[in-house]
């Protein structure tokens, strides 16, 4: 049996790291009475590994119980973190802020899912800085869900670059539809610009009911037939939403003083006439909650029909857009004038944290939150990308068939010839 001196000897003896179990064991001790865990017994092995991590270069060993999904997932998500030096403050959206309002609304992103997204919109910004086509701002849109459980997590970016329109196809550019441009994010990292959207996708949008399918690149099978891409038919569904869901506190948008140009511009920020923030006694009133997107019209547009000179020489609407409708005229005008179309609520009822939390009752998934007492608020989206219909929906009736002739057909009569009757012979 071993003497005291040989243990105390076999315990001092140093390992290749130059480091010996009683220098272990007493490192160990020393953490565990600086930090008395509850459980001290049972994390006497974590407590070791991190005590050996923090001295030498010792790498924890991924433990058995982490999913695959989980450890890939963690592999993409590091290789996110960079230097933000070069990243202005204001042109990423701080998601981990928002995502607390959203969770008012009953929109929660988890920890490791607002992380992700909040890199990848860095990542998105970062790579283009220095193309033909560099962003100024960048927000998380929202997430459409595709299907197949496919789904697509969509940026919105603002750029300066003009909107290139190939002739003979009607689309609006950075003045209506296409003031943003928008990327999808797809589960495996990669980020896909989505195409400018025309007046045609967005007529053929309005008619499909359709699940996605979570490629970009197949053809939208449906009745009536859409032109195009599910690339195309997602920044379709895209411009609807926003045209109908985009809100936010009445004071908090306005229009442009130049005559010419009745654009929309935020006043958040503005020194001169600041927005007002809401209190608690006006948060869930629709008559203090405005949209800040043009409404789009039965042909697909959000500004003004086109002109056009006619023989004359004077100038006319297009005659297409004669007969366009849209449902509100006034870009800025107030929910209460449609609160069949929202409903609207204040949490909590009491307190001094408090919220005004709206939901749209035509556009499943899209709500609005804004703080009391804060010059703040945040849209999103998640959802498949259907309006709510009261009733089961139905593929709409195919047309009548087409005339083969213009002219009616009219059956001739037989003519019937009698038969000869035979005459007889008389016999002698």
């Known amino acids: 049996m071993a003497t005291y001196e040989d243990a105390l000897q076999i315990l001092q003896a140093k390992d290749d790291d130059n480091s010996s179990v009683i220098e272990h064991v007493s490192a160990v001790v020393l953490k565990i009475l600086q930090e008395q ?3 001290a017994t049972s994390l006497f092995e974590q407590l070791s590994l991190q005590v050996k991590a923090k001295k030498t270069n010792y790498s924890l060993k991924s433990v058995s119980t982490v999913s695959s999904s ?13 230097s933000l030096e070069n990243v202005p403050f204001d042109a990423i959206q701080n998601l981990s802020r928002d995502s607390e309002l959203l969770e008012w609304g009953g929109l929660g992103l988890e920890k490791e899912e607002c992380f992700y997204i909040h890199r990848k919109m860095i990542e998105l910004y970062s790579s283009m800085m220095d193309s033909d086509d560099p962003i100024n701002k960048v927000r998380f849109w929202g997430k ?9 997590y969509i940026f919105e970016c603002e750029c300066d670059s003009a909107v290139e329109q ?8 950075r003045e209506g539809v296409n003031k943003y441009t928008y990327y999808a994010l797809q589960g495996d990292g990669k980020l896909t610009v989505l195409p400018h959207v025309t007046e045609e996708h967005i007529r053929c949008a ?12 197949v053809s939208v099978s449906a009745y009536p037939s859409f032109p195009g891409t599910e690339a195309n038919f997602v920044r379709a569904i895209i411009s609807l939403i926003s045209s109908d869901t985009a809100v936010a506190p009445i004071s908090f948008f306005g229009t442009s003083d130049d005559d010419d140009d009745t654009a929309i511009v935020s006043k958040i920020g503005d020194e001169e006439s600041p927005p007002e923030a809401l209190n608690s006694d006006n948060a869930s009133d629709l008559s203090n909650w405005t949209h ?3 409404c789009i019209d039965s042909m697909g547009r959000m500004t003004a029909p086109p002109m056009i000179t006619n023989d004359d020489g004077e ?17 800025l005008s107030v929910l209460s004038e449609n609160e069949d179309a929202w409903r609207s609520t204040q949490l909590p009822s009491s307190g001094l944290t408090q919220v005004g939390v709206l939901k749209s009752l035509k556009w499943p998934g899209a709500i609005a939150v804004a703080p009391v007492g804060e010059v703040r608020f945040v849209n999103c989206y998640v959802g498949y990308g259907l309006t709510s219909v009261p009733i089961t929906y139905t593929p709409p009736i195919l047309p009548s ?14 003519i019937v010839e009698a038969p000869a009757e035979a005459q007889e012979v008389e016999e002698d």
């Open 144 to 152: 459409l869900l595709g299907c197949k459980g496919l789904d697509y």
């Open 292 to 294: 800040f997107q043009n």
């Open 166 to 173: 190939n002739d003979g196809v009607a689309m609006e550019g």
């Open 401 to 414: 068939l087409q005339s083969e002739y213009t002219s009616s057909l009219t059956e001739q009569l037989d």
């Open 37 to 39: 865990p509850v459980h």
């Open 206 to 217: 309005r008619q499909v009911r359709k699940f996605l399918t979570g490629n970009l690149n």
């Open 70 to 82: 989980a450890a890939s997932f963690a592999s993409r998500a590091s290789k996110l973190v960079g």
């Open 315 to 331: 100038e006319i609407i297009d005659p297409r857009y004669e007969n366009s409708t849209r449902e509100r005229e006034d870009a």
